[in-house]
């Protein structure tokens, strides 16, 4: 089971949205609505941003947002601020046989 | 408040067995999945595995089957993971999390254990 994929590096400044794309098959973010969103800063665990395609648990600032289409999953991130500057991974459920499967994660830049 | 406290940090030989923890408090702990996620030194995550330690349901990543050992002792809210020979491609960063269902989203995190296997 391959890895799903992400942009390498997205960059924003301070204020602007920055969009992150998570895409895999119909065998993953496309089957089920079982996708979630991390955050993780240098040498700390990650975080739980977003769940089930586009919930936000308590906590975490309704700028943080995510969605789905087909194939691919999205979290966007309005109105960048300092502390946002961190790797973003993707995660879908991928049926009973793989179980889980990570996106290949983002770093986000505040310029 | 949710927490999982996981053991500190190991240095191994190749060739060594080894068996990490993560402590759970702060919710029934036999209601809810504890899956292990591995971090290779500049990687990303990768999924290994989960338990239900109410029952000990366990279920591994194809990746991850017969790699290692997931269990669980819920008479002390402590899930582990476990190697019987290590390898120096064990090393990397361990993170357990708790999940509602074995196909649900994990919530919250334990700190991470790190593992370093060399000669």
């Known amino acids: 089971q391959s890895a799903l994929t992400q942009p390498r590096s997205v960059s924003g400044s301070p204020g602007q949205s920055v969009t992150i794309s998570c895409t895999g098959t119909s065998s993953d973010v496309g089957g089920y609505n079982y996708v979630s969103w991390y955050q993780q800063h240098p040498g700390k665990a990650p975080k739980l941003m977003i769940y089930e395609v586009s919930k936000r648990p308590s906590g975490v600032p309704d700028r943080f947002s995510g969605s789905k289409s087909g194939n691919t999953a999205s979290l966007t991130i309005s109105g960048l601020q300092a502390e946002d500057e961190a790797d973003y991974y993707c995660c879908s459920y991928a049926g009973s046989y793989t179980l889980r499967v990570f996106g290949t994660g983002t770093k986000v830049t505040v310029l | 408040e949710v927490q999982l406290v996981q053991s500190g940090a190991e240095v191994k030989k190749p060739g060594e067995s080894l068996k990490i923890s993560c402590k759970g408090s702060?919710?029934?702990?036999?209601?809810?999945?504890i899956g292990w996620v591995r971090q290779m030194p500049g990687k990303g995550l990768e999924w290994m595995g989960i338990?239900?330690?109410?029952?000990?349901?366990?279920r591994y990543s194809p990746s991850f089957q017969g790699q290692v050992t997931i269990s669980a002792d819920k008479s002390i809210s402590t899930a582990y993971l476990q190697w019987s020979s290590l390898k120096a491609s064990d090393t990397a960063m361990y993170y357990c999390?708790?999940?509602?269902?074995?196909?649900?989203?994990?919530?919250?995190w334990g700190q991470g254990t790190l593992v370093t296997v060399s000669s």
């Open positions: 999390a708790r999940s509602t269902y074995y196909y649900g989203d994990v919530d919250y």
């Open positions: 702060g919710y029934s702990f036999t209601s809810y999945w």
């Open positions: 338990i239900y330690p109410g029952d000990s349901d366990t």
